[in-house]
């Protein structure tokens, strides 16, 4: 599974829109970019998966260009409760279950 | 109504003893796993089990022995503890199990320390 690098600490405030983006160099055809939020004291939680283009549901949106090397979660309007640790993750289609989690991304929301 | 649960939520034990995590899911989940966090907060998968069957085995001590009495129950045992087993531990499920695309559920996590 390719590996993900993304932003150790991000920074934001109340009702800004925050774009956290990952790089996945080594993605394979049948692999998807998956996004997972953790908040102190508390399981992963799964936000957002995508294959290519552009994925939106309730909590965030999801960019993945053309060549899928990288790809872009937005939350929009953030507030204090959306201060969590956000993982990318890169995960086999039909392959194995495995998640494989990096260092992920803490993002902090200020008032 | 707890979808993923997991008891107890903390467990404070001297090295060399033998403990138990125990975790059920009432989600009709075909697959469950064990991830521990450690302090660094990075989280590693070490076991996944579909149907009371094991899938995923991944580098961990023989101490560490997951047992599945049916398919909604995933249970940890571990014996003789060691100081570097303190960490959280986290159970999860999933519908499916086969493909790396099905979303996980976690449980609130176990946090561990051996003394």
């Known amino acids: 599974l390719a590996k993900t690098t993304q932003p150790i600490s991000m920074d934001s405030y109340e009702g800004q829109e925050v774009n956290i983006t990952c790089s996945h160099n080594?993605?394979?055809?049948?692999?998807?970019i998956t996004w997972y939020q953790q908040f102190p004291s508390q399981g992963p939680r799964f936000i957002i998966q995508?294959?290519?283009t552009k994925v939106t549901n309730e909590v965030a949106s999801l960019f993945i260009p053309a060549d899928r090397k990288s790809s872009t979660l937005s939350l929009p309007r953030v507030s204090l409760s959306d201060t969590a640790v956000y993982y990318c993750?890169?995960?086999?289609?039909?392959?194995?279950?495995?998640?494989?989690f990096g260092t992920g991304t803490l993002l902090a929301v200020q008032p | 109504d707890t979808a993923v649960s997991q008891t107890p939520k903390y467990l404070v034990t001297q090295m060399g003893n033998d403990k138990s995590i125990k975790c059920e899911q009432n989600?009709?989940?075909?697959?469950m796993y064990w991830y521990k966090q450690d302090s660094k907060k990075f989280l590693k998968i070490m076991f996944s089990?579909?149907?009371?069957?094991?899938?995923i085995n991944e580098t961990v001590p023989n101490r560490f022995s997951p047992k599945s009495p049916d398919k909604a129950h995933l249970n940890l045992h571990i014996n003789s503890l060691e100081l570097g087993d303190s960490a959280v531990y986290f159970c999860?499920?999933?519908?499916?199990?086969?493909?790396?695309?099905?979303?996980?559920?976690f449980g609130p996590g176990t946090r561990l320390t051996v003394l």
């Open positions: 999860a499920s999933s519908q499916g199990g086969t493909s790396g695309t099905d979303t996980q559920y």
């Open positions: 080594n993605i394979a055809t049948n692999d998807y």
């Open positions: 995508g294959y290519k």
């Open positions: 993750l890169v995960v086999a289609g039909g392959a194995t279950n495995k998640l494989i």
């Open positions: 989600l009709g989940h075909d697959t």
């Open positions: 089990y579909n149907n009371k069957e094991l899938i």
